[in-house]
């Protein structure tokens, strides 16, 4: 079975500074798919950064960047220069090769001007 | 990236009643789109992954007789929740999966309908 984790329900963060939300997984693949979305309060869900488990290189988007440690199934995101734009719902999620996305129960983060 | 649309955006209805939702990819075709309900401040939980041409495959724990799923063509699968009672209320989000080769680097990446709240009274 595949599971995913994030330990952290909400966390807050002041403008400008940074904050890595934690995710750990669990899966029995080789291959496989982690992904953060952000949902904001709109509720359309955002694809923020995605990594394939085959690549050691972690993946960058911008102000944002993943942490993948393989060995521990670990998939952190770290988000720098905090905006407020970056107030959402964040969720870590797994999908295996062509199969369904499992998501995490989220994280709630604040940006606190 | 691609888009996808759900129609409506929002409804109400009454108890015992029938409720359509549509899910459109509009850039692409789609031959396997995914349903996911969410209450209030949690996760995404996914229903049933809908497949074109084929019957719905259900996640345990889903009534398939309550959440009609029918994928009729390449770009349009529809969720039917039928007989609506105010414990379905919820939010509806589909999403379509695009499969592309890239560079000689093949991509399987789902996109998110904007969902659909559903209130039934």
């Known amino acids: 079975a595949q599971t995913v984790t994030q330990s952290q329900p909400e966390m807050s963060v002041q403008e400008a500074e940074t904050v890595t939300l934690s995710c750990t997984y669990d899966?029995?693949?080789?291959?496989?798919?982690l992904f953060w979305y952000k949902q904001p309060p709109s509720r359309q869900m955002i694809l923020v950064i995605r990594?394939?488990?085959?690549?050691?290189q972690n993946a960058t988007e911008n102000r944002f960047s993943v942490n993948f440690q393989k060995a521990a199934k670990s998939f952190s995101l770290k988000i720098s220069d905090s905006q407020l734009g970056d107030t959402a719902m964040y969720f870590c999620?797994?999908?295996?090769?062509?199969?369904?996305?499992?998501f995490g129960p989220g994280t709630s983060l604040s940006v606190i001007p | 990236g691609a888009v996808v649309s759900q129609h409506p955006s929002w409804v109400i209805c009454k108890s015992g009643t029938s409720v359509k939702i549509e899910c459109r990819s509009l850039?692409?075709?789609?031959?396997?789109m995914f349903w996911y309900r969410q209450f209030p401040k949690q996760s995404l939980m996914l229903m049933a992954t809908?497949?074109?041409?084929?019957?719905?495959?259900?996640e345990q724990g889903v009534e398939k007789d309550k959440f009609l799923i029918n994928h009729a063509s390449l770009t349009l699968s529809t969720l039917t929740v039928t007989s609506a009672h105010p414990e379905d209320s919820s939010f509806y989000i589909c999403?379509?999966?695009?499969?592309?080769?890239?560079?000689?680097?093949?991509?399987?990446?789902?996109?998110f309908g904007p969902g659909t709240r559903l209130t039934v009274l």
């Open positions: 999403s379509a999966r695009d499969s592309y080769m890239d560079v000689g680097t093949s991509f399987d990446e789902q996109f």
């Open positions: 999620a797994l999908q295996t090769s062509y199969d369904k996305v499992i």
């Open positions: 990594q394939e488990a085959y690549k050691q």
């Open positions: 899966t029995s693949e080789n291959n496989y798919y």
């Open positions: 809908s497949n074109e041409g084929s019957k719905a495959t259900y």
């Open positions: 850039d692409f075709q789609a031959t396997t």
